[in-house]
């Protein structure tokens, strides 16, 4: 029995055929711009992998969305860079349009801490705290083994932390740690950043230490309220984590209150950019829950 999981970016679809926790095909795709072009995409894609899979039984689809949704994970509520799945009952949606009634949704975030913990960095950890840092900063949150959704279904939402706020303005630990930092302060995205930096450019060098100072203040915020063996970072921007890393550590050393506490590991993720799709088809393969 195989799965499928996909991971709905606003730029690409990163798609994967899974059995047995390990990875048969992975593919990527641009995402379309409208909610029918995104149905139809995903329907494409669906038919593609599942001819490339052979015989085997399809036992499940897992979706990743980036976003705020249900708690049942049947509707989305706010997908701040896809807002066209405001609202949207996605899960029934995708259900309709692939004409098979075992999809599954699930946060993105929460999917790629859900492989972390059955086959990377979190395998041998019960309390984790997840971070994506991309075009934004994502989170999730395992507690003694158990990724949470919260009340609401919207824990682990660390991107909107309040960093500075006065009251004219706030800014969150999305402003000042993610690829809207790089470009505020450079004008570039974030691969010309690292180029630049890469090729010795001060001013780039010197963005990426602040942004690392800055997502450190966020990480010790984490780990004063949450108090986890491990903070695990992924995302497009850790490519360059050997340019923010030591600002990371600065500020845990400098904001954690406890002795012991500043010594919480940060790892990076191994799983590279297909670790979501992957988490969204081992969700599938949980009957769409997370524990």
Same mark, same amino acid.
């Given at each position: 029995?195989?799965?499928?999981?996909?991971?709905?970016?606003?730029?690409?679809i990163k798609a994967v055929v899974m059995k047995n926790k390990k990875i048969l095909r992975r593919d990527i795709f641009n995402t379309p711009r409208?909610?029918?072009?995104?149905?139809?995409?995903?329907?494409?894609?669906?038919?593609?992998?599942?001819? !490339? %899979?052979? @015989?085997?039984?399809?036992? #499940?689809?897992?979706? &990743? +969305?980036?976003?705020?949704? $249900?708690?049942?994970?049947?509707?989305?509520?706010?997908?701040?860079?896809?807002?066209?799945?405001?609202?949207?009952?996605?899960?029934?949606?995708?259900?309709?349009?692939?004409?098979?009634?075992?999809?599954?949704?699930?946060?993105?975030?929460?999917?790629?801490?859900?492989?972390?913990?059955?086959?990377?960095?979190?395998?041998?950890?019960?309390?984790?705290?997840?971070?994506?840092?991309?075009?934004?900063?994502?989170?999730?949150?395992?507690?003694?083994?158990?990724?949470?959704?919260?009340?609401?279904?919207?824990a682990g939402e660390a991107g909107h932390m309040i960093m500075t706020f006065d009251k004219n303005k706030a800014l969150t630990l999305e402003d000042?740690?993610?690829?809207?930092?790089?470009?505020?302060?450079?004008?570039?995205?974030?691969? !010309? %950043?690292? @180029?630049?930096?890469?090729? #010795?450019?001060?001013? &780039? +060098?010197?963005?990426?230490? $602040?942004?690392?100072?800055?997502?450190?203040?966020?990480?010790?915020?984490?780990?004063?309220?949450?108090?986890?063996?491990?903070?695990?970072?992924?995302?497009?921007?850790?490519?360059?984590k050997i340019l923010f890393l030591p600002g990371i550590k600065k500020s845990v050393a400098k904001f954690v209150i406890s002795p012991e506490a500043?010594?919480?590991?940060?790892?990076?993720?191994?799983?590279?950019?297909?670790?979501?799709?992957?988490?969204?088809?081992?969700?599938?393969?949980?009957?769409?829950?997370?524990?």
């Open positions: 029995m195989y799965y499928l999981g996909f991971d709905i970016g606003a730029s690409a409208n909610l029918r072009g995104l149905l139809d995409a995903v329907a494409v894609i669906a038919n593609k992998l599942r001819k !490339e %899979a052979g @015989r085997d039984k399809l036992g #499940g689809v897992g979706v &990743a +969305v980036a976003g705020v949704m $249900d708690k049942p994970r049947a509707k989305m509520l706010i997908s701040p860079n896809m807002r066209y799945l405001n609202g949207r009952p996605l899960a029934r949606l995708l259900a309709q349009k692939l004409k098979y009634p075992k999809v599954v949704l699930g946060h993105d975030v929460h999917c790629f801490l859900l492989a972390e913990k059955e086959t990377g960095s979190a395998k041998n950890l019960k309390n984790v705290f997840y971070l994506t840092v991309g075009s934004g900063v994502g989170g999730a949150w395992m507690a003694e083994g158990r990724i949470s959704s919260g009340a609401h279904g919207a000042l740690a993610s690829n809207k930092f790089i470009k505020y302060s450079l004008g570039v995205g974030f691969s !010309e %950043a690292f @180029r630049r930096a890469k090729a #010795g450019d001060w001013k &780039a +060098v010197e963005m990426f230490r $602040d942004l690392g100072s800055n997502l450190g203040a966020g990480i010790a915020n984490i780990i004063n309220i949450f108090d986890p063996a491990a903070v695990i970072i992924g995302g497009g921007l850790a490519e360059a500043r010594r919480t590991k940060i790892i990076f993720s191994r799983l590279g950019r297909f670790g979501g799709a992957m988490g969204a088809a081992l969700l599938a393969e949980r009957g769409g829950k997370m524990v």
